[in-house]
């Protein structure tokens, strides 16, 4: 089932998101859904706040990005209870965007290297190294979590640049292919 994507001014992508219980009521569909809506979107990545849920639930798809990095051949994957233990390596400028902020990209600083934990879709607890690309996105969709967004690392100069786009969006204008879910 396709979910309405939830677009910057709602409350829900401005929480710290909670840990799950394993036993955590339709997960299994909830994760299924999240890639379906993730999928139609277009994205590479899908946090459970931007579907309206605070809590710590991610899924990721590199696989469209694999004609450029082979490395991520059917790359999909779900990620429930991450956090970031550190972040580290060379710090590198790219490029982002968010299908919660609609028509914004900029350029964002973030490390190259991550330490997380989280669980697989089977419940088994993983510790990894993370680089590259999947760092990147991992970071970008593990900040949803905290209630973070790739804007908060802009400079306040680039802020005041899409001042614009944000206020339509509180407006609730956003302009997508995909369904949404504005605070108006
Ligand atoms: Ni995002």
């Known amino acids: 089932?396709?979910?309405?994507?939830y677009i910057y001014g709602q409350p829900v992508?401005?929480?710290?998101?909670e840990d799950i219980e394993p036993d955590y009521p339709e997960l299994?569909?909830?994760?299924?859904?999240?890639?379906?809506?993730?999928?139609?979107?277009?994205?590479?990545?899908l946090a459970a706040p931007q579907v309206g849920l605070p809590i710590r639930v991610v899924v990721i798809n590199l696989d469209v990005l694999s004609d450029e990095h082979p490395e991520y051949k059917g790359f999909c994957k779900a990620y429930i209870n991450p956090h970031i233990l550190e972040v580290s390596g060379e710090e590198i400028?790219?490029?982002?965007?968010c299908l919660s902020l609609p028509?914004?990209?900029?350029?964002?600083?973030?490390?190259?290297?991550?330490?997380?934990?989280y669980m697989d879709e089977e419940m088994k607890p993983r510790?990894?190294?993370?680089?590259?690309?999947?760092?990147?996105?991992?970071?970008?969709?593990?900040?949803?979590?905290?209630?973070?967004?790739?804007?908060?690392h802009i400079s306040p100069l680039r802020k005041q640049m899409?001042?614009?786009k944000l206020n339509a969006m509180l407006k609730g204008k956003a302009h997508c292919t995909y369904k949404v879910k504005t605070i108006k």
Not at 93 to 97: A, C, D, L, S, V
């Open 127 to 152: 510790d990894e190294v993370v680089e590259g690309y999947l760092a990147r996105v991992m970071q970008h969709e593990f900040d949803h979590l905290e209630g973070k967004m790739f804007i908060d």
């Open 28 to 45: 299994k569909t909830l994760i299924a859904n999240m890639f379906e809506t993730m999928d139609k979107a277009e994205g590479v990545g």
């Open 13 to 17: 992508l401005r929480k710290v998101a």
């Open 1 to 5: 089932m396709i979910l309405p994507i």
């Open 93 to 97: 400028n790219m490029e982002e965007g």
């Open 162 to 164: 899409i001042k614009g």
């Open 103 to 117: 028509g914004i990209h900029e350029t964002v600083k973030r490390g190259n290297k991550i330490h997380v934990t």
